[in-house]
């Protein structure tokens, strides 16, 4: 099949849209796109495609109901005007949506929803009823919970974890950012890319601040790495200005495409490599980190040679090489302080001074996952 096709024939697509694209730069919700964007999908949606949207814009949308000049710096302000704007987001797609007889239902996550395990099942069970039910599941951060640490940040990366999630077929990334170009557009020389096949293709790019948007977060950097993400895990991604949505979702040769690159893995592991923060670190030897990354084995307390940080067991953890270069993320399972007394012993021999329990792994390679190498 032909990369156009995979972007036509998609049965269920996950968009993004950008906060600059759904609200006004005075502030306030632009319904006007907000329509063209609902239209958008319906058309897509009438040809049989499930349709996932996430949407940026509770934080823009709420700064001028609560009589602000600017996007709020401080979190704590960012959170209240996510949770005024939220609703009155929430609203205008209602209201859109509702025009053509279509319901919509919101959806708010946490990195945490979906790196634990029960969490994890519920968010996607959730998503999938909703598309049964003939709805269109609205995601976005849940903003006004969530901690520094716990952050997305940006909906880039979000959107990619959730196509991931919902098993889409591809990820449409909407915004005033219209394609990739090989350098800042204003820039002589630089141009736009029609397609971006793989690594080597980026490999050229100067991203050099371009597309920074005002009143969201993600610029061209975080768009890359979504596409990373999704087409890592074997979803195409289409990057387009928010106003050629619906030749964007036709398959028309609008903004840069990326050919998926590998294949579906585990969501969970997905999320633990790109979504949550590390509590702690495990100092590897050379063995240990052969082990894991080429051997794709458990890590056992003999390989670890020295434990850094403050986690509890089920704790996500990065392993790192002996030049301090993280290599993989893993859910640990000993809590710190038990971790010390049990390095460089083997299992059977801290079974035999300890019980049983002791012989399990430091991280089970089912809770593992190797990070790029950087
Ligand atoms: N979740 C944030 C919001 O809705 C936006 C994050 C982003 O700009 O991508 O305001």
């Not at 949308?61 to 996007?71: E, N, S, V």
């Given at each position: ?8 024939t ?8 950008g ?20 239209a958008?999908?319906?058309e ?19 700064i ?35 025009e ?8 708010l996550?946490t ?10 099942i ?22 006004t ?20 999630l ?34 080597a ?8 601040g371009v ?24 979803i ?8 050629d949505?619906?030749?964007a979702?036709?398959g028309e ?5 990326f050919?998926p ?9 997905l ?18 980190v ?6 794709r ?8 040679v ?31 302080v038990?971790?010390?007394?049990l ?6 021999e ?15 390679r089912?809770d ?7």
């Amino acid at each position: 099949m032909g990369i156009r096709e995979l972007v036509t024939t998609a049965r269920k697509v996950v968009v993004k849209i950008g906060s600059s694209s759904v609200t006004k730069p005075e502030g306030g919700v632009d319904d006007g796109n907000i329509e063209r964007l609902s239209a958008a999908l319906l058309e897509r949606r009438a040809a049989g495609t499930s349709c996932v949207l996430v949407s940026s814009g509770a934080i823009a949308t709420g700064i001028r109901p609560l009589g602000l000049a600017r996007r709020p710096r401080d979190l704590a302000t960012q959170q209240a005007a996510a949770s005024v704007g939220q609703g009155l987001l929430i609203e205008a797609y209602t209201r859109a949506f509702g025009e053509h007889g279509v319901r919509v239902g919101q959806i708010l996550l946490t990195s945490d929803d979906v790196i634990r395990r029960g969490h994890y099942i519920n968010a996607e069970r959730t998503l999938h009823r909703l598309l049964e039910l003939g709805v269109v599941p609205i995601v976005n951060e849940n903003d006004t919970v969530v901690t520094e640490e716990l952050r997305f940040g940006d909906n880039d990366r979000l959107a990619a974890l959730v196509a991931h999630l919902v098993r889409a077929d591809l990820l449409v990334l909407l915004s005033d950012v219209d394609a990739l170009y090989t350098a800042p557009p204003n820039r002589p020389g630089s141009r736009r890319l029609e397609e971006v096949r793989g690594e080597a293709d980026l490999a050229e790019i100067d991203v050099g601040g371009v597309g920074k948007a005002g009143v969201g977060t993600g610029g061209m950097v975080t768009k890359i790495e979504a596409a990373r993400i999704a087409t890592s895990a074997g979803i195409p991604v289409v990057l387009a200005a928010a106003s050629d949505a619906s030749a964007a979702l036709a398959g028309e040769s609008v903004g840069t495409l990326f050919h998926p690159t590998g294949h579906r893995i585990a969501a969970r592991l997905l999320w633990l490599a790109h979504a949550s923060s590390p509590r702690g670190r495990l100092r590897l030897d050379a063995g240990a980190v052969k082990a894991v990354i080429e051997r794709r084995l458990s890590l056992l307390p003999a390989g670890v040679v020295a434990v850094e940080g403050d986690f509890a067991a089920g704790d996500p953890v990065d392993l790192v090489d002996e030049a301090g270069r993280s290599v993989a993320r893993g859910l640990v399972n000993y809590d710190a302080v038990e971790l010390p007394g049990l390095l460089g012993r083997s299992t059977r021999e801290l079974a035999a001074a300890l019980g049983a329990a002791y012989q399990r792994e430091v991280v089970h390679r089912d809770d593992l996952v190797v990070l790029r190498r950087r």
